[in-house]
């Protein structure tokens, strides 16, 4: 017997708020784990239902509001997650970039960048380009995230060793530094790297604060939590981010064909933005 009575109503309902306030397309399928996500929230703030529970999110406490969104949103990454990508950027992209807009900085973006992994995953790339060495200070890394628990998490650039066990171990070396003490077991990504990097939250779902374009974005494994018509209208407006014949980087198991016809794929879910 559950804890807490799980209605049609409360199951529904909470299905269309998620997909209105974070554009993620919960399936039907999905209940139990909807019920027991938020099932902590009802212990965590002392409501006996999610009927109340409704009703606190709907009042706009800001508060909670962040709280849900942080229970509700699916964190998985990885260091060098999808290599290919990472070695297109440093091997290929960076040099031909840097090349080409000589007079200003390149703007990468990661969007849905989850603890981090990602967007140090860009720099460290950046950094083994050997054109970017004479130009590092043209390289701008922006990441962000919706939920704003793995935002501050990525921003601390701590991880546990485990989490770089598979990577090269002259990356190692000059990347990280290995924790001792009570940070024993620990490593932490060098200054170098982070201060490449300026993460924010960001729900995809408002207004963007950019005022530049990006000459890159990568946003991997995250349209595919929402349905096709926010696909179409998110991708849209990357394209309108992106500097002319930018470039967009998505997840393996994720496409554009039907989504958006202002990119054309080059290879490998890189797509480049046509108009």
Excluded at 80 to 104: I, S, V
Excluded at 184 to 205: C, D, H, T, W, Y
Excluded at 248 to 257: K, Q, V
Aim: aromatic letters at 10%; proline letters at 3%.
């Amino acid at each position: 017997m559950k804890e807490y009575e799980f209605t049609d109503q409360d199951f529904e309902h909470l299905r269309r708020f998620i997909a209105h306030k974070t554009g993620i397309a919960i399936a039907e399928n999905k209940r139990e784990l909807v019920y027991g996500r938020i099932a902590r929230r009802l212990r965590a703030t002392g409501l006996d239902s999610f009927a109340e529970y409704r009703r606190l999110l709907e009042s706009g406490h800001s508060e909670e509001l962040e709280e849900f969104i942080n229970v509700i949103t699916t964190n998985l990454t990885s260091f060098f997650r999808e290599r290919h990508h990472f070695d297109y950027l440093r091997d290929t992209l960076l040099p031909e970039l840097l090349q080409k807009h000589r007079h200003r900085r390149l703007r990468i973006w990661s969007a849905g960048c989850s603890t981090g992994e990602e967007a140090y995953s860009i720099a460290i790339s950046a950094l083994e380009c050997r054109q970017v060495l004479a130009a590092r200070d043209r390289i701008q890394i922006i990441a962000t995230d919706l939920d704003s628990s793995v935002v501050a998490k990525a921003r601390s650039g701590v991880y546990e060793q485990e989490r770089i066990e598979s990577l090269d171990r002259q990356l190692v070396k000059k990347y990280f530094l290995k924790g001792r003490g009570h940070n024993a077991g620990r490593v932490r990504i060098k200054p170098e790297v982070a201060e490449l990097i300026e993460f924010s939250q960001l729900n995809l779902m408002e207004p963007w604060p950019f005022d530049e374009p990006f000459d890159v974005i990568f946003c991997r494994n995250v349209i595919i939590y929402f349905d096709l018509p926010t696909q179409a209208r998110l991708v849209d407006r990357f394209a309108g981010s992106l500097d002319p014949n930018g470039y967009l980087f998505i997840g393996h198991s994720e496409t554009l064909n039907k989504v958006s016809d202002r990119f054309e794929l080059l290879g490998k879910t890189i797509y480049r933005r046509v108009r």
